[in-house]
């Protein structure tokens, strides 16, 4: 295996000028813009890795899961170890249960997503992107999974936080407000 030059994004991000900044969001852009544009060979609703196989990522249950043939299969599985245990009422587990529905009502594309895009996971040198690590959890998602990921226990007061609402993140609130929920939903179910 070659390595890849560069530093991490997430270690020299502080020392990067404002234009080597801005150079890495908008070439990383148009990196997302055309993995998103590739065709699954699997048809264009099913959400699968790269060779067709079971889902890898730390936000499912056991880390893997799948395939599933379309969406709302995928989003029954994501809610199906919902728990009410970690709530103080009832009315608060009933209440983020509905938010994490929400999802059921939107439809989304399915698209090539790297499925773990951290600044850890980005190398970079000379104000320019040199390669991205970790493709273990790549494949076809909804085209919210991979801002959503990110941000899901992010902090707006973290740089990382607004990089990412930057790159299209902001597009997808109202997914990330369902995903808050299923994440207080199934916590418990997650293996760290």
């Not at 890898?56 to 709302?72: F, K, L, Q, T």
Request: aromatic content about 14%.
């Amino acid at each position: 295996m070659t390595p890849v030059p560069g530093d991490e994004l997430g270690r020299v991000y502080k020392t990067l000028s404002k234009e080597d900044r801005d150079s890495i969001l908008q070439e990383l852009k148009g990196y997302l813009e055309a993995m998103r544009r590739l065709k699954s060979p699997w048809g264009e609703n099913r959400i699968c890795s790269l060779i067709g196989t079971a889902v890898r990522s730390v936000r499912i249950a056991n880390h893997r899961a799948g395939p599933y043939e379309s969406e709302p299969e995928f989003n029954e599985y994501l809610l199906s170890p919902a728990w009410a245990g970690g709530f103080q009422s009832e009315a608060e587990y009933t209440q983020a249960f509905a938010r994490a529905k929400k999802m059921e009502e939107m439809s989304h594309r399915i698209v090539f997503t790297h499925g773990d895009l951290a600044h850890h996971n980005i190398m970079v040198k000379g104000g320019r992107i040199t390669g991205f690590l970790d493709w273990e959890a790549s494949g076809w998602y909804p085209d919210y999974w991979e801002f959503t990921t990110p941000l899901r226990f992010g902090s707006p007061d973290f740089w990382w936080y607004g990089f990412i609402m930057e790159l299209g993140g902001a597009s997808y609130l109202a997914e990330l407000d369902c995903e808050r929920a299923l994440t207080s939903l199934t916590i418990d179910s997650y293996c760290w």
